[in-house]
């Protein structure tokens, strides 16, 4: 019996649906952000610092409809009850004047000296359902006084990015601003069963972009690698198919977003039970390769890695929720190769976000512990059509979860 998309579609949701579920009752200060940090970036042909605030937000709307991505779980920081606009202003006080940051670093702290701000809300930043219009005009216009930042990178799904929802930023500011906007993958069945994208059509990406740029805003795809469902050499030929289709749509920037594992995420759930594997980081810089072998060594216009850099967290989150004993924003595990070479590998990835030069990566000699098995790995071939390796993972959960709660 073949397994049809809505079948296995039912499934995936399902899943998630269950997972959600078991997210811990939590309580955090809407008025301080989730975490401010400082990390080394590439700008404007030079090393910057950047620093990143993630404010405590009201959460991502997909994951309040439709639980959200198959890797995501960032809903485990967010609050309970909708954040104000009032809240999300005086949350961005609290990083200006510096009280909102840990006692150790708030004496040197000045928002101004920082060329780039990454300015994130844990879902779409210009989803008015997110985060009040008031509240973006409000901290636009604050963002405005300081002449040192040069370049604000915030994010949204590609369906909330219209003239309306990107107006508020643009009638008080106008410099340059960066939307990272989710693609994930250009196929539609992996976009949908195995990312859960909840994207059906390529159009409203391709219609975000046009956007975009018709407002004066950049322009920057995230391609994530390696959802569940697919084997090593698939998830890395999709990164790199997705990226070329990102740019060649008129994206002025990609970044590859190799999978991490959040507690209470389906990939999170599948690795606990031996079904799921992060990338290996030779499949990261095997992305990268085919990148530059499509385009050339200097006709790729700017590529970067996520979640891969030399970072100072001057805020980390206020706490857990009751009964975590970690951040809940940070992953508990990254890609990774083993642990002769991963601290070499990690470090060349961040030297490449820092420098734009893919040699960093591409000279990289292979592990003897390792090598083999990655290579290994890439040869692992799955016939099955994506549904029926759905069907085949998950319907035995499915009907074990059906037992034990019975």
């Known amino acids: 019996m073949s397994v049809t998309f809505e079948e296995a579609l039912d499934l995936v949701e399902s899943r998630l649906s269950s997972i959600r579920a078991e997210v811990p009752q939590r309580h955090f200060d809407p008025t301080r952000p989730a975490e401010v940090e400082i990390n080394e970036f590439y700008f404007n042909g030079r090393t910057i610092d950047r620093v990143m605030v993630v404010l405590r937000a009201t959460g991502c709307e997909h994951y309040g409809t439709k639980k959200g991505c198959s890797m995501c779980a960032h809903f485990d920081g967010t609050t309970l009850i909708p954040v104000s606009a009032e809240q999300y202003v005086k949350q961005w006080e609290s990083v200006v004047d510096g009280s909102s940051i840990d006692e150790g ?22 989803n008015p359902k997110e985060v009040p219009p008031e509240a973006i005009r409000e901290i636009f216009r604050s963002i405005g006084k300081f002449h040192g930042i040069q370049k604000v990178i915030i994010e949204s799904r590609a369906e909330y990015v219209t003239d309306d929802n990107l107006r508020p930023i643009r ?51 995230y391609v994530n690698q390696k959802p569940p469902f697919l084997t090593e050499r698939e998830a890395v030929e999709d990164a790199v198919r997705t990226s070329i289709h990102a740019y060649d749509s008129g994206v002025d920037a990609v970044s590859i977003e190799p999978t991490s594992l959040q507690a209470h995420s389906l990939t999170d759930q599948l690795h606990t039970i031996g079904l799921y594997r992060v990338p290996w980081l030779w499949s990261v810089i095997e992305v990268v390769k085919g990148i530059y072998d499509h385009y050339g060594h200097d006709g790729v216009p700017d ?65 003897e512990y390792c090598y083999p098995t990655w290579e290994a790995s890439m040869g692992v071939t799955d016939s099955r059509p994506i549904p029926q390796r759905i069907y085949d993972t998950l319907k035995p959960i499915e009907e074990t979860y059906g037992k034990w709660r019975r």
């Open 105 to 126: 670093a708030r004496a040197g702290f000045d928002i101004n000296r920082f060329p780039v701000l990454c300015l994130y809300n844990l879902g779409s930043f210009i």
């Open 171 to 221: 009638d008080v500011y106008n410099g340059l601003v960066e939307v990272g906007v989710g693609l994930e993958s250009s196929n539609h069945i992996v976009r949908e069963l195995c990312h859960h994208k909840n994207m059906p059509d390529l159009v409203v990406f391709d219609n975000a972009i046009r956007t975009l740029h018709r407002n004066g805003f950049r322009a920057l795809a």
């Open 303 to 367: 590529l970067r890695l996520g979640g891969y850099f030399d970072e100072e967290v001057l805020s980390g989150s206020q706490g857990v929720a009751p009964g975590v004993e970690r951040n809940e924003l940070f992953p508990r595990m990254t890609s990774g190769n083993c642990n002769i070479c991963d601290p070499r590998i990690v470090q060349a990835i961040k030297d490449f976000n820092k420098t734009y030069d893919p040699t960093v990566l591409l000279a990289q000699e292979p592990c």
